[in-house]
């Protein structure tokens, strides 16, 4: 039988009542009222950015909130996403794209929201060892031996060419095909001038295929190791562990990390049903508090409880990865080639940098992804993505969670935007492999910008 203990009353009488529209404001009423349901199933995937979820366990925040949740692992991101649409999950860590894309309607269609974006960074794209010694005469090399980072996909392009030459495909993995990490692998091979396909949704090909130099392909992150170990793909781009992993088993070698990619970038949300959030406001805000607390906890002190972070995550009912191998990119640390360890203490961002505020800008740039490799068959105009975006992501009720936390003096308004004058967008965004600058305001001129992609006018 599960303990339950009282849930933390708000000190203060600041509540708020939600209007579930689109971005609509949070007023301030009568006291936060008790969760409307307590008990929840989360579901999550294995992979190192599911921590607030398991902290908000560990740490009470969820019980201190008068939820008794259950968290459980799920076999891949399909699976997840139709627990959370037909209820047998009530919300769960997403990719991102997925709400975006359900609601959109691409894939299953279904009104997926998110309240809170669970970090930033925290993927890779790996190599096998094959692969990385034809890479490593294209790359220039420090006074030390070791290489210059970041690696682009240039070094790449001559292996993917020979292999063209030779008649055989180049084949790699990404997690799923609205997944940042399919985004961020492509972005990253075309900008070292390899095409990494389309998607033509409207001739029925989902392959992402079309006059594609490298072929990628699903495969589900704990997986990947082993399917670059059988030769079946001969790179991925995942989340953590699962890169650092191909390191300690000897298999590949880690070249790039997607903070190279683009500096700060959003990974993970939190997903919920818009009818969920309509029927039970008061839970759901109270779930978002939950979370946003641990990811207070990831990040405080600099990152001091990232150790005990990661004892909890090395259990088998979470990640399940030897703690070792977890520690390896979440204290501050990335692991590159074997012995070629370097500091990158933002590689996993949880709460700092604003980083679970859920920004319409990065909603949009997934939809520029997706119109720039067909996902998205037509033109839309820079309206369309602003009202998409402000459907799925939900800046009212993180504000609404946020105020709360404030006048309950669990946190400062220091910790969080400026919610007088913040828009939800980001200040343009400069910090991209290829140089390419990112204005949320002005989709369709970014999307132009790229000389891989399809532009304004273009329909396969």
Request: charged share 25%.
């Amino acid at each position: 039988m599960q303990w339950k203990k009282p849930f933390r009353k708000l000190a203060s009488s600041l509540a708020l009542t939600l209007t579930f529209g689109v971005a609509a404001a949070p007023t301030v009423s009568e006291e936060l009222g008790y969760p409307e349901k307590e008990e929840l199933t989360f579901g999550f995937i294995k992979l190192t950015d599911m921590a607030p979820i398991a902290i908000a366990y560990e740490k009470g925040f969820f019980e201190d909130e008068g939820l008794y949740v259950t968290i459980e692992a799920q076999a891949n991101w399909k699976v997840l996403l139709d627990g959370v649409i037909d209820g047998r999950l009530d919300g769960a860590h997403m990719l991102a794209g997925q709400p975006i894309a359900a609601t959109m309607g691409f894939g299953t269609e279904a009104e997926i929201i998110t309240p809170f974006s669970m970090d930033l960074n925290g993927n890779g794209i790996t190599v096998s060892n094959a692969i990385w010694e034809e890479m490593k005469p294209n790359i220039p090399k420090r006074d030390d031996g070791k290489p210059v980072h970041p690696i682009k996909a240039d070094a790449l392009k001559p292996v993917v060419e020979k292999y063209k030459e030779d008649g055989k495909p180049f084949n790699m993995g990404m997690v799923f095909p609205v997944s940042t990490h399919n985004y961020e692998l492509r972005y990253w091979l075309a900008a070292g001038g390899i095409h990494p396909g389309y998607y033509a949704p409207h001739k029925g090909d989902i392959s992402g295929h079309i006059d594609a130099d490298a072929l990628l392909s699903v495969t589900p992150p704990p997986q990947m190791p082993a399917t670059l170990e059988a030769g079946t793909i001969y790179g991925y781009c995942v989340g953590e562990p699962w890169n650092q992993q191909a390191v300690f088993k000897g298999i590949g070698v880690p070249v790039v990390t997607d903070y190279e990619i683009w500096k700060d970038n959003p990974e993970k949300v939190f997903g919920i049903t818009r009818e969920f959030a309509e029927k039970y406001p008061n839970t759901t805000i109270r779930l978002t508090r939950a979370l946003i607390r641990a990811a207070m906890w990831l990040d405080e002190n600099n990152n001091a409880n990232r150790s005990q972070a990661v004892e909890i995550l090395s259990q088998s009912n979470y990640v399940g990865a030897d703690y070792e191998v977890i520690a390896n990119s979440m204290t501050g640390t990335f692991e590159y080639e074997k012995g070629d360890k370097r500091e990158v203490p933002d590689f996993n961002v949880f709460f700092r940098y604003n980083a679970t505020y859920p920004y319409y800008s990065d909603a949009i740039w997934y939809l520029t992804q997706m119109r720039r490799w067909g996902q998205i068959p037509e033109d839309k105009p820079d309206a369309w993505y602003k009202e998409l975006a402000a459907r799925v992501y939900r800046p009212d009720i993180y504000e609404a969670a946020a105020k709360s936390l404030i006048a309950e003096k669990l946190a400062t308004a220091a910790q969080f935007p400026d919610f007088e004058s913040e828009d939800g967008f980001r200040d343009p965004q400069t910090h991209f492999i290829d140089g390419i600058v990112y204005n949320g305001h002005k989709p369709n001129e970014y999307i132009e910008k790229f000389p891989i992609g399809l532009k304004s006018g273009q329909k396969l």
